[in-house]
Protein backbone atom coordinates (compact mmCIF):
# COMPACT_ATOMS: atom_id res chain seq x y z
CA UNK A 1 0.00 0.00 0.00
CA UNK A 2 2.97 2.52 -0.70
CA UNK A 3 1.48 4.61 -3.33
CA UNK A 4 -1.57 7.11 -3.62
CA UNK A 5 -4.41 4.82 -5.99
CA UNK A 6 -3.52 2.11 -3.72
CA UNK A 7 -4.27 3.85 -0.68
CA UNK A 8 -7.58 5.21 -2.88
CA UNK A 9 -8.51 1.55 -3.46
CA UNK A 10 -8.38 1.28 0.43
CA UNK A 11 -10.56 3.64 0.99
CA UNK A 12 -12.95 3.07 -1.29
CA UNK A 13 -13.19 -0.42 -0.14
CA UNK A 14 -13.57 0.92 3.41
CA UNK A 15 -16.64 2.78 2.37
CA UNK A 16 -18.48 0.19 0.59
CA UNK A 17 -17.88 -2.39 3.65
CA UNK A 18 -19.45 0.31 5.94
CA UNK A 19 -22.67 0.00 3.94
CA UNK A 20 -24.88 -2.81 5.64
CA UNK A 21 -25.86 -3.75 1.66
CA UNK A 22 -27.12 -7.37 3.17
CA UNK A 23 -28.62 -8.81 -0.14
CA UNK A 24 -30.93 -7.14 -1.30
CA UNK A 25 -30.09 -4.06 0.36
CA UNK A 26 -27.61 -1.34 -1.45
CA UNK A 27 -27.83 0.84 1.13
CA UNK A 28 -26.33 3.32 -1.31
CA UNK A 29 -23.29 1.66 -2.69
CA UNK A 30 -23.52 1.97 -6.29
CA UNK A 31 -24.72 6.01 -5.48
CA UNK A 32 -20.84 6.02 -4.53
CA UNK A 33 -19.37 4.33 -7.07
CA UNK A 34 -21.95 6.28 -10.02
CA UNK A 35 -20.36 9.01 -8.24
CA UNK A 36 -17.13 8.17 -9.06
CA UNK A 37 -17.87 7.39 -12.64
CA UNK A 38 -19.49 10.05 -13.81
CA UNK A 39 -16.37 12.98 -13.39
CA UNK A 40 -15.08 9.86 -15.57
CA UNK A 41 -17.40 10.20 -18.82
CA UNK A 42 -19.09 7.29 -17.81
CA UNK A 43 -23.29 7.35 -18.41
CA UNK A 44 -24.99 5.90 -15.76
CA UNK A 45 -27.93 3.97 -16.10
CA UNK A 46 -30.20 2.26 -12.90
CA UNK A 47 -31.93 -0.80 -13.81
CA UNK A 48 -33.98 -1.25 -10.58
CA UNK A 49 -36.26 -4.12 -10.92
CA UNK A 50 -38.15 -6.58 -8.32
CA UNK A 51 -41.27 -6.09 -5.89
CA UNK A 52 -41.36 -3.73 -3.30
CA UNK A 53 -40.88 -6.20 -0.90
CA UNK A 54 -37.66 -7.06 -2.59
CA UNK A 55 -36.24 -4.10 -4.10
CA UNK A 56 -32.93 -4.63 -6.40
CA UNK A 57 -31.19 -1.74 -7.92
CA UNK A 58 -29.32 -2.46 -10.83
CA UNK A 59 -26.18 -0.44 -12.36
CA UNK A 60 -25.34 -0.13 -16.34
CA UNK A 61 -23.14 2.96 -16.31
CA UNK A 62 -21.00 3.00 -20.02
CA UNK A 63 -17.54 4.83 -21.16
CA UNK A 64 -17.51 5.12 -24.87
CA UNK A 65 -14.01 4.27 -26.53
CA UNK A 66 -13.11 4.60 -29.94
CA UNK A 67 -13.16 0.90 -31.22
CA UNK A 68 -16.96 -0.26 -30.59
CA UNK A 69 -14.95 -2.83 -28.64
CA UNK A 70 -16.12 -2.76 -24.81
CA UNK A 71 -14.69 -4.31 -21.89
CA UNK A 72 -16.97 -4.24 -18.80
CA UNK A 73 -16.21 -4.96 -15.41
CA UNK A 74 -19.09 -6.51 -13.48
CA UNK A 75 -19.99 -7.53 -9.90
CA UNK A 76 -22.48 -7.30 -6.68
CA UNK A 77 -22.73 -4.46 -3.87
CA UNK A 78 -24.89 -7.00 -1.35
CA UNK A 79 -23.12 -9.36 0.64
CA UNK A 80 -25.13 -12.45 2.69
CA UNK A 81 -25.67 -12.01 6.44
CA UNK A 82 -23.43 -11.31 8.79
CA UNK A 83 -24.12 -14.53 10.75
CA UNK A 84 -23.76 -14.50 15.01
CA UNK A 85 -22.09 -10.55 15.70
CA UNK A 86 -20.74 -11.91 18.84
CA UNK A 87 -18.06 -14.63 17.00
CA UNK A 88 -16.93 -11.31 15.33
CA UNK A 89 -13.31 -9.59 17.05
CA UNK A 90 -15.24 -6.11 15.56
CA UNK A 91 -18.19 -4.76 13.92
CA UNK A 92 -18.68 -6.77 10.57
CA UNK A 93 -19.73 -2.89 9.04
CA UNK A 94 -17.10 -0.87 10.58
CA UNK A 95 -13.54 -1.74 8.50
CA UNK A 96 -10.89 -2.43 10.43
CA UNK A 97 -7.29 -3.05 10.02
CA UNK A 98 -5.44 -5.89 12.31
CA UNK A 99 -2.66 -7.89 11.57
CA UNK A 100 -2.13 -6.52 7.98
CA UNK A 101 -5.44 -7.62 6.83
CA UNK A 102 -9.08 -5.19 6.26
CA UNK A 103 -11.63 -6.86 8.14
CA UNK A 104 -15.52 -6.56 7.59
CA UNK A 105 -18.57 -8.07 5.45
CA UNK A 106 -17.74 -7.80 1.84
CA UNK A 107 -14.22 -7.55 2.26
CA UNK A 108 -13.38 -10.15 0.34
CA UNK A 109 -16.86 -10.33 -1.45
CA UNK A 110 -16.46 -8.84 -3.76
CA UNK A 111 -16.62 -5.18 -2.29
CA UNK A 112 -12.43 -4.61 -2.67
CA UNK A 113 -12.49 -6.08 -6.35
CA UNK A 114 -15.13 -3.29 -6.94
CA UNK A 115 -13.03 -0.58 -5.23
CA UNK A 116 -9.97 -1.99 -7.10
CA UNK A 117 -11.91 -1.90 -10.53
CA UNK A 118 -12.95 1.82 -9.96
CA UNK A 119 -9.45 2.38 -8.98
CA UNK A 120 -7.99 0.92 -11.85
CA UNK A 121 -10.33 2.46 -14.15
CA UNK A 122 -9.17 6.39 -12.57
CA UNK A 123 -5.55 5.40 -13.69
CA UNK A 124 -6.02 4.20 -16.98
CA UNK A 125 -8.06 7.43 -18.10
CA UNK A 126 -5.34 9.66 -16.42
CA UNK A 127 -2.84 7.92 -18.71
CA UNK A 128 -5.16 7.16 -21.67
CA UNK A 129 -7.91 10.02 -21.95
CA UNK A 130 -9.88 9.15 -25.08
CA UNK A 131 -8.87 5.33 -25.07
CA UNK A 132 -9.69 2.58 -28.25
CA UNK A 133 -11.13 0.72 -25.50
CA UNK A 134 -14.67 1.56 -24.24
CA UNK A 135 -15.12 0.40 -20.70
CA UNK A 136 -18.56 -0.64 -18.57
CA UNK A 137 -19.86 -1.25 -15.48
CA UNK A 138 -23.01 -4.02 -14.27
CA UNK A 139 -23.20 -3.91 -11.20
CA UNK A 140 -26.32 -5.47 -9.02
CA UNK A 141 -27.28 -5.64 -5.48
CA UNK A 142 -29.25 -9.64 -5.81
CA UNK A 143 -25.98 -11.59 -6.59
CA UNK A 144 -26.54 -13.76 -3.25
CA UNK A 145 -29.93 -13.77 -3.36
CA UNK A 146 -32.49 -15.17 -5.96
CA UNK A 147 -30.51 -13.76 -8.76
CA UNK A 148 -34.17 -13.50 -10.49
CA UNK A 149 -33.75 -9.54 -10.68
CA UNK A 150 -30.11 -8.92 -10.79
CA UNK A 151 -27.82 -9.25 -13.33
CA UNK A 152 -30.27 -11.09 -15.77
CA UNK A 153 -32.25 -8.23 -15.78
CA UNK A 154 -29.69 -5.99 -17.39
CA UNK A 155 -28.45 -8.32 -19.68
CA UNK A 156 -32.00 -9.34 -20.97
CA UNK A 157 -32.00 -5.05 -21.58
CA UNK A 158 -28.82 -5.14 -23.18
CA UNK A 159 -29.52 -7.89 -25.75
CA UNK A 160 -32.81 -6.14 -26.67
CA UNK A 161 -31.56 -2.98 -27.45
CA UNK A 162 -28.48 -4.77 -29.03
CA UNK A 163 -26.06 -3.60 -26.74
CA UNK A 164 -23.66 -5.77 -25.25
CA UNK A 165 -20.06 -5.67 -24.09
CA UNK A 166 -17.12 -7.91 -26.34
CA UNK A 167 -15.29 -8.70 -22.95
CA UNK A 168 -16.00 -9.18 -19.14
CA UNK A 169 -14.40 -9.32 -15.79
CA UNK A 170 -16.30 -10.76 -12.93
CA UNK A 171 -14.93 -9.82 -9.90
CA UNK A 172 -15.39 -12.59 -7.70
CA UNK A 173 -13.11 -13.72 -5.53
CA UNK A 174 -11.02 -16.49 -7.56
CA UNK A 175 -7.31 -16.80 -5.73
CA UNK A 176 -6.51 -19.22 -3.41
CA UNK A 177 -3.47 -18.14 -1.47
CA UNK A 178 -2.59 -14.92 -3.14
CA UNK A 179 -4.16 -12.67 -5.43
CA UNK A 180 -3.39 -13.72 -8.90
CA UNK A 181 -2.90 -17.57 -8.57
CA UNK A 182 -6.44 -18.53 -10.05
CA UNK A 183 -8.63 -16.79 -12.49
CA UNK A 184 -12.31 -19.04 -13.55
CA UNK A 185 -12.72 -18.89 -17.24
CA UNK A 186 -15.72 -20.51 -16.87
CA UNK A 187 -18.76 -22.28 -14.58
CA UNK A 188 -20.47 -25.65 -14.47
CA UNK A 189 -23.85 -25.60 -14.74
CA UNK A 190 -26.59 -26.28 -11.84
CA UNK A 191 -29.85 -28.29 -12.52
CA UNK A 192 -31.89 -29.03 -10.15
CA UNK A 193 -34.71 -31.52 -9.70
CA UNK A 194 -37.60 -32.87 -6.87
CA UNK A 195 -39.01 -36.00 -7.80
CA UNK A 196 -42.07 -37.50 -6.24
CA UNK A 197 -42.49 -41.22 -6.34
CA UNK A 198 -46.39 -42.59 -5.94
CA UNK A 199 -47.07 -45.61 -4.01
CA UNK A 200 -49.70 -46.87 -1.66
CA UNK A 201 -50.08 -45.88 1.84
CA UNK A 202 -50.75 -48.81 4.24
CA UNK A 203 -50.11 -50.95 7.66
CA UNK A 204 -46.57 -52.05 7.88
CA UNK A 205 -47.55 -55.69 8.56
CA UNK A 206 -50.00 -56.02 5.13
CA UNK A 207 -47.53 -55.03 2.78
CA UNK A 208 -49.53 -57.01 -0.05
CA UNK A 209 -51.97 -54.02 0.59
CA UNK A 210 -49.81 -50.94 -0.24
CA UNK A 211 -46.93 -50.66 -2.38
CA UNK A 212 -43.54 -48.89 -0.78
CA UNK A 213 -42.13 -46.04 -2.98
CA UNK A 214 -39.03 -46.93 -1.24
CA UNK A 215 -38.34 -49.84 -2.07
CA UNK A 216 -39.56 -48.80 -5.66
CA UNK A 217 -37.31 -46.21 -6.18
CA UNK A 218 -34.45 -47.99 -4.50
CA UNK A 219 -32.99 -50.03 -7.72
CA UNK A 220 -33.61 -46.82 -9.80
CA UNK A 221 -31.63 -44.93 -7.42
CA UNK A 222 -28.83 -47.51 -7.30
CA UNK A 223 -28.86 -46.68 -11.33
CA UNK A 224 -28.37 -43.29 -11.39
CA UNK A 225 -25.82 -43.36 -8.77
CA UNK A 226 -23.71 -45.56 -10.93
CA UNK A 227 -24.44 -43.84 -14.00
CA UNK A 228 -21.33 -41.99 -16.17
CA UNK A 229 -23.40 -38.89 -17.35
CA UNK A 230 -20.10 -37.73 -19.73
CA UNK A 231 -16.58 -37.56 -19.57
CA UNK A 232 -16.17 -34.01 -18.78
CA UNK A 233 -13.30 -32.19 -21.26
CA UNK A 234 -10.08 -30.12 -20.41
CA UNK A 235 -11.93 -27.24 -18.96
CA UNK A 236 -14.79 -29.18 -17.14
CA UNK A 237 -14.42 -32.49 -14.47
CA UNK A 238 -17.46 -34.92 -15.56
CA UNK A 239 -20.78 -34.24 -14.81
CA UNK A 240 -22.02 -34.96 -11.20
CA UNK A 241 -25.11 -36.28 -10.16
CA UNK A 242 -25.82 -35.48 -6.04
CA UNK A 243 -28.80 -36.36 -3.68
CA UNK A 244 -29.59 -33.55 -1.80
CA UNK A 245 -32.36 -34.65 0.46
CA UNK A 246 -35.19 -37.54 0.88
CA UNK A 247 -37.96 -37.99 2.54
CA UNK A 248 -40.65 -40.23 3.22
CA UNK A 249 -43.16 -40.99 5.98
CA UNK A 250 -45.38 -39.91 8.52
CA UNK A 251 -42.91 -40.57 11.67
CA UNK A 252 -44.75 -43.42 12.90
CA UNK A 253 -42.29 -46.74 12.40
CA UNK A 254 -45.77 -49.00 11.90
CA UNK A 255 -46.79 -47.48 8.44
CA UNK A 256 -45.68 -47.61 4.62
CA UNK A 257 -45.43 -43.94 3.01
CA UNK A 258 -47.67 -43.13 0.02
CA UNK A 259 -44.78 -41.33 -1.95
CA UNK A 260 -41.32 -40.57 -1.10
CA UNK A 261 -39.74 -37.15 -2.18
CA UNK A 262 -36.36 -37.06 -3.55
CA UNK A 263 -34.12 -33.52 -4.15
CA UNK A 264 -31.17 -33.65 -6.22
CA UNK A 265 -28.92 -31.60 -8.57
CA UNK A 266 -26.77 -31.73 -11.46
CA UNK A 267 -23.57 -29.95 -11.59
CA UNK A 268 -23.22 -29.98 -15.09
CA UNK A 269 -20.39 -29.28 -17.71
CA UNK A 270 -20.66 -28.14 -21.53
CA UNK A 271 -20.47 -31.67 -22.73
CA UNK A 272 -24.02 -31.83 -21.42
CA UNK A 273 -27.18 -30.09 -21.88
CA UNK A 274 -30.18 -29.46 -19.90
CA UNK A 275 -31.97 -31.31 -21.85
CA UNK A 276 -30.08 -34.33 -22.32
CA UNK A 277 -29.83 -34.46 -18.67
CA UNK A 278 -33.61 -34.48 -17.96
CA UNK A 279 -33.75 -37.06 -20.81
CA UNK A 280 -31.62 -39.39 -19.55
CA UNK A 281 -32.74 -39.56 -16.12
CA UNK A 282 -36.21 -40.18 -16.94
CA UNK A 283 -35.43 -43.07 -19.26
CA UNK A 284 -34.41 -44.44 -15.90
CA UNK A 285 -37.44 -43.94 -13.97
CA UNK A 286 -39.53 -45.17 -16.70
CA UNK A 287 -37.31 -47.94 -17.30
CA UNK A 288 -37.97 -49.22 -13.71
CA UNK A 289 -41.79 -48.82 -13.87
CA UNK A 290 -42.20 -46.00 -11.49
CA UNK A 291 -45.06 -43.64 -10.44
CA UNK A 292 -43.56 -40.52 -10.68
CA UNK A 293 -44.02 -36.64 -10.82
CA UNK A 294 -40.73 -34.83 -11.40
CA UNK A 295 -39.87 -30.94 -11.32
CA UNK A 296 -37.10 -29.02 -12.82
CA UNK A 297 -35.14 -25.90 -11.96
CA UNK A 298 -32.76 -24.84 -14.31
CA UNK A 299 -30.37 -22.51 -12.27
CA UNK A 300 -27.92 -21.60 -14.55
CA UNK A 301 -26.21 -23.36 -17.91
CA UNK A 302 -22.20 -23.94 -17.73
CA UNK A 303 -20.26 -20.88 -19.64
CA UNK A 304 -16.03 -21.94 -20.69
CA UNK A 305 -14.15 -19.20 -22.36
CA UNK A 306 -11.63 -20.40 -23.92
CA UNK A 307 -8.01 -18.67 -24.30
CA UNK A 308 -7.75 -15.90 -26.46
CA UNK A 309 -7.85 -11.98 -26.22
CA UNK A 310 -9.43 -11.41 -22.89
CA UNK A 311 -7.71 -14.98 -20.92
CA UNK A 312 -4.24 -13.77 -22.35
CA UNK A 313 -4.56 -9.91 -21.41
CA UNK A 314 -5.26 -11.37 -17.63
CA UNK A 315 -2.83 -14.00 -17.78
CA UNK A 316 -0.06 -11.52 -18.73
CA UNK A 317 -1.40 -8.69 -16.21
CA UNK A 318 -1.05 -10.72 -13.73
CA UNK A 319 2.14 -12.12 -14.87
CA UNK A 320 3.67 -8.72 -15.09
CA UNK A 321 2.57 -7.31 -12.35
CA UNK A 322 3.14 -10.54 -9.95
CA UNK A 323 5.45 -13.24 -11.48
CA UNK A 324 2.34 -15.55 -10.90
CA UNK A 325 1.42 -17.95 -14.01
CA UNK A 326 -2.03 -18.02 -12.67
CA UNK A 327 -4.18 -21.51 -13.35
CA UNK A 328 -7.49 -21.60 -15.21
CA UNK A 329 -10.02 -22.94 -13.35
CA UNK A 330 -13.91 -24.17 -13.85
CA UNK A 331 -14.48 -25.07 -9.81
CA UNK A 332 -16.61 -23.85 -7.63
CA UNK A 333 -20.50 -22.95 -8.06
CA UNK A 334 -22.52 -20.68 -10.15
CA UNK A 335 -21.87 -16.82 -10.72
CA UNK A 336 -23.77 -14.08 -12.41
CA UNK A 337 -20.88 -14.79 -15.48
CA UNK A 338 -23.69 -17.70 -16.17
CA UNK A 339 -26.08 -14.76 -17.19
CA UNK A 340 -23.15 -12.18 -18.89
CA UNK A 341 -22.05 -15.79 -20.75
CA UNK A 342 -25.24 -15.24 -22.80
CA UNK A 343 -24.86 -11.40 -24.28
CA UNK A 344 -20.81 -11.34 -23.89
CA UNK A 345 -18.61 -14.01 -25.71
CA UNK A 346 -15.28 -13.74 -23.51
CA UNK A 347 -16.05 -13.79 -19.53
CA UNK A 348 -13.48 -14.53 -17.29
CA UNK A 349 -13.59 -14.25 -13.18
CA UNK A 350 -11.34 -12.92 -11.30
CA UNK A 351 -10.45 -11.25 -7.54
CA UNK A 352 -8.68 -11.71 -4.15
CA UNK A 353 -8.12 -15.18 -2.50
CA UNK A 354 -11.67 -16.78 -1.47
CA UNK A 355 -10.74 -18.59 1.73
CA UNK A 356 -12.85 -16.15 4.39
CA UNK A 357 -15.76 -15.54 1.78
CA UNK A 358 -19.09 -15.72 3.93
CA UNK A 359 -17.78 -16.30 6.87
CA UNK A 360 -17.45 -14.81 10.50
CA UNK A 361 -14.53 -12.47 10.27
CA UNK A 362 -14.49 -11.90 6.66
CA UNK A 363 -10.96 -10.38 4.89
CA UNK A 364 -8.96 -9.78 3.02
CA UNK A 365 -4.75 -9.36 3.08
CA UNK A 366 -4.11 -5.49 2.62
CA UNK A 367 -1.08 -7.06 0.57
CA UNK A 368 -3.73 -8.18 -2.05
CA UNK A 369 -5.31 -5.11 -2.27
CA UNK A 370 -2.58 -3.28 -4.54
CA UNK A 371 -1.89 -5.98 -7.28
CA UNK A 372 -5.94 -6.63 -7.62
CA UNK A 373 -6.13 -2.92 -8.70
CA UNK A 374 -2.72 -2.97 -10.51
CA UNK A 375 -4.00 -6.16 -12.70
CA UNK A 376 -7.15 -4.12 -13.56
CA UNK A 377 -5.39 -1.29 -14.66
CA UNK A 378 -3.16 -3.42 -16.99
CA UNK A 379 -5.67 -5.88 -18.13
CA UNK A 380 -7.53 -2.42 -19.33
CA UNK A 381 -4.16 -1.17 -21.05
CA UNK A 382 -3.45 -4.46 -22.44
CA UNK A 383 -7.10 -4.52 -24.46
CA UNK A 384 -6.33 -1.22 -25.40
CA UNK A 385 -3.02 -1.94 -26.90
CA UNK A 386 -4.50 -4.45 -28.70
CA UNK A 387 -7.18 -2.60 -30.27
CA UNK A 388 -4.91 0.06 -31.40
CA UNK A 389 -2.07 -2.14 -32.78
Known amino acids: MNDTTCHNTLRLAEQLIARPSVTPDDAGCMDILADRLRPLGFVCEFMDSGPETFHVRNLWAK ?22 LAQWHSDPFTPTHQGGKLFGR ?14 AVEDFLSQHPAPMLGIAFLLTSDEEGPALDGTVVVCEQL ?3 GEAPQFCIVGEPTSVEKTGDMIKNGRRGTLSGKLTVQGVQGHIAYPHLADNPIHRLAPALAELVSVRWDEGNAFFPPTSWQVSNIHAGTGASNVIPGDCVVDFNFRFCTESTPESL ?25 FLTTPGTLVAAVQQAIADETGIRTELSTTGGTSDGRFIAAICPQVIEFGPPNATIHKVNEHVALSDIGPLKAIYRRTLEKLNEGLSA
Open 63 to 84: RAGTSGQTLAFAGHTDVVPTGP
Open 106 to 119: GASDMKTSLAAMVV
Open 159 to 161: KAR
Open 278 to 302: QERLSAVLDRHGLKYTLTWTLGGRP
